[in-house]
């Protein structure tokens, strides 16, 4: 089988699409043929030996994978080879086979491609576990989400309006936030050209925001957190930019709020039960039309460094994906 393999830390240019030997079924596992797999800025990281995990070499990124059951393991039940199916997993998806833990296999609803489900999981999962169980976001309160046209915060402006808050979207360009008045967005603020705080503080009469949604780190951080009311939550979901803040501990004093982590990996190897109980709920909300996973651009395997590349120069809206 076809796999893009990491043989050493490094940029996406490092990467190697190789044969390799096919797959065989461990107990309690599944071998599924790849239709689609999502790529994700925590695949960048991991390439280059950054991530909070560093698989050992070689390896396959590549963490949320669509397609088709091919052989069962000992132990496994309530899948058959034929169904489709879609998984989160920690590395492997950017092949065209891979092996997955039972407990991590869902069903693949009707009406959902394997695209659409290779960027599902992580998105989604991540920013509805953020709103809800970690922001305990409410009806009428107000959500800012930086990097909103990207796949967490495209999520994160579409689960805040079913939660009924008012969204606040920001982005670097007006392309960007066009995608974002589509998908619900209230308000919309261009960082790249307005002054942030100040809109902020007119959008809310001065009341600040509750929540804030940020997968991207950097400069806005520290803008957002002081733009936040008084018991405000600031999300901290990743480092998009490429710059980890340094939080004036004085803010979270002095407004009563509280900076949140989410760490959506570690999360659901601890919390499974719970992990399951979101996915299930997000599935419906994909039943029922009220998300819309936005699939920007795909790529074949051999493409991946590309892919990777356009993740890493902010190129991306919604989510891009690696097909087989």
């Known amino acids: 089988m076809k796999a893009v393999l990491c043989k050493q830390w490094g940029p996406p240019e490092s990467l190697v699409v190789e044969n390799i030997p096919t797959l065989k079924a461990e107990n309690a596992h599944v071998i599924v043929s790849v239709k689609a797999c999502g790529v994700n800025f925590p695949d960048t990281l991991i390439i280059q030996g950054k991530y909070q995990y560093k698989p050992d070499l070689p390896f396959s990124p590549g963490t949320e994978v669509a397609g088709v059951v091919k ?7 309530g899948v058959a080879v034929g169904d489709r199916v879609f998984a989160f997993i920690r590395w492997g998806g950017f092949s065209e086979e891979v092996s997955v833990p039972i407990d991590k296999i869902f069903h693949m609803p009707e009406g959902m491609g394997f695209e659409t489900a290779s960027a599902f999981i992580m998105t989604y999962g991540t920013s509805y576990y953020a709103l809800k169980h970690r922001a305990q976001l409410k009806p009428g309160e107000t959500l800012l989400v930086l990097g909103a046209a990207g796949g967490v915060g495209l999520a994160a402006v579409e689960l805040g309006k079913i939660m009924g808050a008012r969204v606040i979207a920001s982005a670097s360009t007006d392309d960007k936030l066009a995608v974002c008045k589509e998908y619900g967005a209230d308000e919309l603020i261009n960082y790249s050209t307005q002054n942030f705080r100040s809109i902020i503080s007119e959008i809310t009469n001065g009341q600040g925001v509750d929540v804030v949604c940020d997968p991207v780190g950097g400069r806005l951080t520290e803008q957002a957190l002081r733009s936040t009311g008084w018991k405000g939550r600031l999300l901290v979901m990743g480092f998009a930019s490429g710059e980890i803040p340094k939080i004036p501990l004085n803010l979270p004093l002095l407004k009563g709020s509280s900076i949140v982590g989410v760490f959506w990996s570690d999360f659901i190897r601890r ?24 699939v920007s651009k795909t790529y074949p395997l051999e493409q991946a460094a590309l892919a990777l590349n356009d ?3 902010r190129r991306v809206m919604g989510k891009i994906v690696l097909v087989t």
Do not use: C, H, N, R
Request: glycine share 8%; charged share 20%.
């Open 71 to 77: 052989e069962l393991g000992q132990g496994v039940s």
């Open 271 to 294: 919390e499974k039960e719970i992990y399951t109980y979101i996915l299930q709920d997000l599935i419906a909300l994909f039943v029922q039309g009220k998300l819309k996973p936005l």
């Open 311 to 313: 993740i890493m120069q």
